[in-house]
C-alpha cells in the first residue's frame, strides 16, 4: 500500500496570506489527523477528521481549519499566517478513529512564514 | 499543558550499548502508550506500544516497559546501533486523545 502522501513538502508564504496543505491517507484509513510540530514543542496536536466530521480538535485559533473528502483525503487551511505559523505540519491516518490506533504519519510539509 | 514529558532533549550512547529513553505523563486516564522514531525529513514512524494492563512489551531490540504507579514509561534498545540515531517521542491516549512529548534525539556513535 502506498504511504501516507502530503502536498507540497515545502511552502513559503508571507505574514497575512492563507494556505492549504493537502492529505492522501493510507487506502482503507478512514481517520486523518493534523500535527504542527516545532522545535522543543513536540507534535502539537490540530485535529481529527473521520468519515467527514471533525471528532476531535487541538488548542489552535481559529485560523486553523480543515476538512476530509468522502474519499478520506483531508485539506487543512490556516488564514492570515503570522511568523509562528512556521512549522511542519504532519497528516497522519489511522484505520480506527480512538487513541489506540498507531498512526501512520506523512513525510509533512515544511511551511515557512517571512 | 504538557501532559506527556520527555526531560532529556538529546541522548548519546556507543554502538552496541542499551539506549534508555524516558517519558513521564500527568494524565492518569491515559490507556494506551506509544514510541515513534523519525529521521530528519521524514514523518514519525510507530516503532512500539503498550497497553496500561500491561508492564512490558517486547519487540526484538525494542522493549517499553510501563510503571503507571510513577506515570512513566521508557524505551530501551539493545544493542544500539548507528541506524538507531533519529527523534523518539513518546505518546500517550486516553480513548479521543493522543499528546506526544517535544522528543529526544538519539545519538548511537560508532
Known amino acids: 500500500k502506498a504511504g501516507v502522501t502530503q502536498t507540497p513538502r515545502y511552502l513559503i508564504k508571507t505574514r497575512g496570506q492563507q494556505v492549504t496543505l493537502s492529505c492522501s491517507p493510507i487506502s482503507g484509513h478512514r481517520s486523518v489527523s493534523w500535527y504542527q510540530q516545532t522545535p522543543g514543542q513536540g507534535l502539537q496536536f490540530l485535529f481529527e477528521?473521520?468519515?467527514?466530521?471533525?471528532?476531535n480538535k487541538g488548542n489552535f485559533p481559529g485560523r486553523f481549519s480543515g476538512r476530509q473528502f468522502s474519499n478520506s483525503r483531508s485539506e487543512m487551511n490556516v488564514s492570515t499566517l503570522e511568523l509562528g505559523d512556521s512549522a511542519l505540519y504532519l497528516c497522519?491516518?489511522?484505520?480506527?478513529?480512538?487513541?489506540?490506533?498507531?498512526?501512520?504519519f506523512g513525510n509533512g510539509t515544511r511551511l515557512t512564514v517571512t | 499543558d504538557q501532559q506527556v514529558k520527555q526531560n532529556s532533549p538529546s541522548l548519546s550512547v556507543q554502538e552496541g550499548r542499551i539506549s534508555i529513553l524516558n517519558c513521564d505523563y500527568t494524565?492518569?486516564?491515559?490507556?494506551?502508550f506509544l514510541w515513534y522514531k523519525k529521521y530528519p525529513a521524514e514523518g514519525p514512524t510507530f516503532l512500539i506500544s503498550?497497553?496500561?494492563?500491561?508492564d512490558k512489551n517486547e519487540d526484538g531490540r525494542f522493549t517499553v516497559f510501563l510503571n503507571k504507579s510513577a506515570k512513566h514509561l521508557s524505551l530501551h534498545i539493545v544493542p544500539s546501533q548507528p541506524g538507531d540515531s533519529a527523534v523518539y517521542f513518546c505518546a500517550a491516549s486516553a480513548k479521543d486523545d493522543m499528546r506526544f512529548g517535544a522528543g529526544t534525539r538519539l545519538t548511537v556513535k560508532p
Open positions: 497522519a491516518s489511522s484505520e480506527r478513529t480512538g487513541g489506540n490506533s498507531p498512526l501512520h
Open positions: 477528521y473521520f468519515s467527514e466530521t471533525q471528532r
Open positions: 494524565n492518569s486516564m491515559f490507556d494506551y
Open positions: 503498550i497497553s496500561s494492563i500491561k
